[in-house]
């Protein structure tokens, strides 16, 4: 299948990272690359007259694979009695809705015209678990990031100031895990929440650790840069979900600002709907997006993702366990734990997000206020932080919502009205553009990634492509955003590698994709230390063997090894 | 005929013999005997080593005696296996888990009888089996 | 002759790996371990197994080639309405997904042994959630651990000394940790206990509520409750109540006497309360060694972690419905194939009854119990011993089983076996 060349014809490219705004181009697929040119006699020829050509999408942040991820599948059938999937053709069946099972997980995205996604939190102890999830998930590529922010080694190394150790140490285990970017999650928070406690400070201590979320977040950016990761580190800052925390939020980008140096960003936030809130309680609770995009369009350094809220049923799953016990005590749902030794923990817990409930109406102003208010395009990126705001299936809602302010209004008209007085959303007129949405779902999210061959249409890209039936030069997004919304749920062609996997929204294909990792490196001599200091203290502190903590490349389905960027020093 | 609470469960020598095989002596051996608490044995008038009869709304069975003082009085612990199995209904009250602990059973002494080889037990309660 | 470090032991939940074989001519000769049981599997796992694919003729089995064994299995899968495949707690993640695929394709109903041993523990999860931890939080920080109808010094012969009350762990030692054994029996486990509570058979429920009802701070008028006095109830609460970490394993103890489900829900609701006044977790003491593994890769597959039927070409999880004691009491299936497992050793009698009345297939390396009652045998590998693969700890630790000696000739791995089968469904399935 991948050898077949195709040419597809007359659609109205949108490829930003090459400036190309919906132009009528023809893509041109060979040995699944873009290739300049193929022979029209010899290449199967689409025609994708006057449709929307994209590359495929890229997301960043989606919880889809791993052990807090089937946690949330396991303890709640009713998310999968009345969404399932009925096995046909190459498509096995499974279920859905807010944590579908495996299978399904690729076959939505694909049909959504996503072709990379990557699972942005995984304990290293129960890596080995996510690769085998991510192994599991057809047609997309994909990647996974290790928690660090908690992590004892890691804590120790910087408190100690030891960053040359600390920087080996995490390339040793990035490397052995096959993990691909530093992922921080409440810094020194989950450490503390062990203990019983929370993190009400960026600069609080950690019990018996003596360092604080700031200097956690500070070591992991120098060390981020020694090591030449592709993707900057990827925060989850201290408190979320509590009112208030905009300010910790700001202190977290503005702690890391003087180790910018160049133009690449040094730290991207996550979901950061859930840490822009104002207020001293849930009754007061605010917006605060504009501080925070205010600082962003001012500060370079800092890219985000806006994890939008969607109304309705979903599944709340993060790291963040100490988060996740205060959701349930407000909620007194079900709810899960786990604590994994030395490393991390995990929270899971069922949400219903409600419009006439106050609280919920700000945070889903607030994502989407973030996209709007952050000018550059380039560092702000649409996400749900799925399953957290809602299902990535819901991701055309969030277009059609930032592409039509009258979309917007349908959805704020029926909020509470005290909710509509604390946010900005309403006097915001901004409306997204194909181009840009194209930036913030595929080109800049490949590019913050570091994926060079991902996220746009050029020569040499792989032939990931998404085509959507609608006409962007007659189509009016801000009247049409209905439009807008069909045409982004079912692909009417997605392409993966050169090879067609959803052909007007029916999966037809569903070949095995790529797992990513950074094959980091740090100077032998550091490493071999390290590596000799960890394994005494492993046994003491693991209940595994050194020598099994280790994944090998043949575990993963289909590795993609990524050498790091020249590391700086 | 004494009435006690049957419970089934694992035992260190059941699990040692499981993974010997479950026709090797061993394993016999420990899933065919009940435990019962020595004061109980001396209500019941049997000696370690004799054979009794259990019985309950399920099934009856004969198995070797031995004496316990881990064991509850009043109850008897016979390990998993093929012959506690005969003692257990399939009631699982929509679960899919059926009773295995704290089944009403009688126990009286059954002079005279042993416990049955197990290929011959099988062959008998299910009707087929057999190795070449 | 040829040491090996660091090998997995495939026999219980404990899934420990610190243990050496020595390798002499593809023959284990020495095995350095601290367990009895892990020992006898090391040593002892090829004495009573099968070598050959048999197939019942004139009721006896008798050997047959390996390619008529899978046409049979194949066979009988396909020309069934609603065959049970059982088993999987013994066999590697790899088998496990073989497993669903071959489920799926026959539109029958894969279920595992959780469904006798633990399900009752997931029905209480999916009703309350799961406060949890890996056992390495266990040593590190526990000062008090509870054993409840469980009993691992017998069936989960390391885990006190290696994760739990007898372990040495970064910020607590063995002397800074309370044990206290809740029990109908004084098992091995409570001669080693701070504290023994003997509970009235079938009333755990009780014991949890009346601990649940002191924590906040209600009155209990009874003098006793499930055969133990209010005072000891008393002292338990507030031990449990002024730990720092506080851990509740459980067993089959809860999970197999009256209540069921419904023990496990009081059980969760306990440390759920606890969780007001301290960190308090709970763990599942999951038996065979890859059982958890099994509802793993169930549940990422299919969204469910056991019983689950594709009759209607979807996932179903309906307990008591599609659950294997059930299928089989009822007479609903009419094939099983059962792999690395023992239901004949295992099941209730009536259960066993239908089982042996319909065709009857099994993987497994030994002559099990089901093996004797069978129509086909076919001999698979060890796992962890002659064949690599995952699986999956009691906490949800992955970790990868070695291949120390090569298994005999002829003798294909669960996951081969499984693959030549489908293989051939898919041609018959085709050649209909």
Known sequence: ?569 | MVKFTLLTGRSLVQGVGKEAGKFSEKYIQEVSTCQIDPEDLKILNVKPGDYVRLTTEYGSVVLRVAASTLVHRGSVFVPYGPYANLLIGTKTRGTGMPSFKGIPVEVEPAPGESVPDIKELLVKIYGRGGVR | MKVINAVVCPCCGNLCDDNEVQVEDNKIVKVRTECAISSSKFLNYYKERNTKPLVRVDGQLKPTTLEDAIERVARMLVEAEYPLLYGWSLTSCEAQKKGVELAEEVGGVIDNTTTVCHGPSILGVQDLGDPTCTLGEVRARADLIIYWGCNPSSAHVRHMKRYSSLSKGRFRLPEQRKVVVVDVRKTPTARNANVFVQVKPNQDYELMTALKMLLQNEEIEEQEVAGVPIEQIEELAELMRGCEFGVLFYGLGLTMSEGREKNIDAALTLVRELNKWTKFAIMPMRGHYNVTGANQVLTWQTGYPYAVDFSRGYPRFEPGDTTAVDVLSRGYNDATLVVASDPVANFPKDAVKHLCSEPLAVIDPHISLTAFMADVVIPSAFIGIEEEGTAYRMDGVPLILKKVVEPPEGILSDVQILDLILKRVRELKRGR
């Not at chain 1, 052909?503 to 490493?527: L, M, Q």
């Open chain 1, 1 to 569: 299948m991948r050898n077949m060349e195709y040419l597809l014809k007359n659609g109205y490219v949108v490829d930003p990272a090459n400036k190309i705004d919906c132009e009528r181009k023809d893509i041109a697929v060979k040995d699944g690359k873009i290739v300049e040119s193929v022979d029209e006699s010899r290449a199967k020829v689409i025609d994708v007259k006057d449709m929307l050509v994209m590359p495929g999408g890229v997301d960043l942040h989606s919880h889809i694979a791993g052990s807090k991820v089937n946690v949330g599948r396991l303890f709640r059938p009713e998310d999968h009695y009345k969404d399932y999937e009925v096995r046909s053709g190459v498509r096995r069946s499974g279920v859905g809705h807010s944590v579908p099972s495996i299978f399904t997980t690729g076959y939505r995205y694909a049909i959504l015209g996503y072709t990379t996604v990557f699972e942005p939190a995984t304990p290293p102890l129960k890596t080995l678990h996510t690769h085998d999830e991510l192994n599991d998930i057809p047609i997309l590529d994909k990647a996974c990031f290790p928690l660090f922010g908690n992590n004892w080694f890691v804590m120790e190394y910087i408190r100690d100031g030891k960053l040359e150790e600390c920087a080996a140490y995490i390339a040793w285990l990035m490397r052995s895990i096959k993990g691909y970017a530093i992922k921080v999650v409440d810094p020194g928070g989950v450490e503390t929440w062990k203990w019983g406690g929370t993190v009400q400070d960026f600069d609080q201590e950690v019990p018996r650790f003596g360092i604080t979320p700031r200097e956690i977040v500070r070591g992991l950016v120098k060390v981020n840069k020694l090591l030449g990761l592709p993707h900057p580190i990827h925060v989850h800052a201290n408190q979320l979900g509590m009112p208030g925390n905009y300010k910790t939020t700001l202190r977290t980008m503005d702690a890391v600002k003087d180790l910018a140096t160049g133009d690449r960003p040094i730290l991207h936030l996550t979901h950061v709907q859930f840490n822009a809130y104002g207020g001293v309680d849930y009754l007061s609770i605010s917006s605060h997006a504009d501080d925070i995009a205010d600082y962003v369009n001012k500060n370079p350094h800092v890219t985000m993702d806006i994890g939008q809220v969607i109304f309705g049923d979903t599944t709340t799953m993060t790291a963040d366990g100490p988060f996740e016990y205060k959701l349930f005590n407000l909620l007194r749902g079900k709810w899960a734990n786990a604590d994994v030794e030395v490393e991390t923990g995990a929270g899971v817990v069922p949400i219903t997000y409600s419009r006439s409930n106050y609280v919920h109406a700000v945070m889903w102003c607030i994502g989407l206020e973030l996209a709007l208010l952050i000018k550059d395009p380039w560092r702000v990126f649409i996400t749900t932080d799925h399953p957290n705001g809602g299902p990535f299936t819901e991701y055309p809602r969030v277009f059609s919502w930032l592409m039509s302010k009258k979309a917007r209004e349908r959805v704020l008209k029926r909020l509470p009205r005290l909710a509509r007085a604390r946010t900005n959303l309403k006097d915001i007129d901004r409306e997204y553009t194909f181009y840009e949405l194209a930036i913030s779902t595929r080109a800049a999210t490949a590019k913050i990634l570091g994926l060079s061959n991902k996220g746009h249409l050029g020569v040499g890209a792989d032939a990931d492509i998404a085509v959507f039936n609608i006409n962007p030069k007659e189509v009016n997004p801000s009247v049409d955003y209905k439009l807008v919304r069909q045409a982004f749920s079912r692909a009417y062609l997605t392409m993966k590698d050169g090879e067609i996997v959803v052909k007007d929204g029916e999966i037809v294909a569903a070949p095995v994709g790529r797992t990513y990792w950074v094959n980091t490196k740090a100077p032998k001599d550091v490493e071999d230390v390290v590596i000799s200091e960890v394994k005494k203290l492993f046994e003491e502190y693991y209940t595994v063997r050194f020598e099994n903590y280790y994944i090998p490349e043949s575990y993963l389905a289909c590795s993609a090894p990524i050498q790091p960027l020249e590391p700086a020093g």
